[in-house]
């Protein structure tokens, strides 16, 4: 049984920056992979970033976010981050955080479990 809880969405220029905020609730939260994904209007729901703690903590990103999207958590605040920097109109979307409790490192949408209600992020050019 987990909540999960988006914040930080809006409406920004391009090239700004916004810091998206999912807090957590639930047992276990430093064990689970937690991700984050993206829908556009009529799109599919896509991957965006994921981050684990196996041996050590693992993050990986979509192609279309890498260099500019920063995954991070805290654990002691059951809390995801998602630091988006030089934002472009085509990362326009509701941005969901997403749980998968049994840390399977996934980029797929079936393989979370817990999601929260999204949070809206919208870019104009």
């Known amino acids: 049984q987990v909540q999960l809880v988006e914040s930080g969405g809006g409406l920004v220029q391009a090239g700004d920056s916004l810091r998206l905020s999912c807090a957590a609730s639930g047992r276990t939260f430093s064990t689970y992979t937690m991700g984050w994904f993206r829908q556009a209007p009529g799109k599919e729901r896509e991957f965006v970033a994921a981050i684990t703690e196996w041996s050590v903590t693992t993050s990986y990103y979509a192609d279309s976010v890498k260099g500019r999207f920063t995954i991070s958590r805290d654990n002691a605040k059951s809390t995801v981050y998602l630091q988006m920097n030089s934002l472009k109109p085509e990362d326009t979307a509701v941005y969901y955080c997403?749980?998968?409790?049994?840390?399977?490192?996934?980029?797929?949408?079936?393989?979370?479990?817990?999601w929260g209600q999204g949070t809206q992020v919208t870019v104009s050019s």
């Open positions: 997403a749980a998968d409790p049994r840390n399977r490192g996934a980029r797929e949408v079936r393989w979370y479990e817990y």
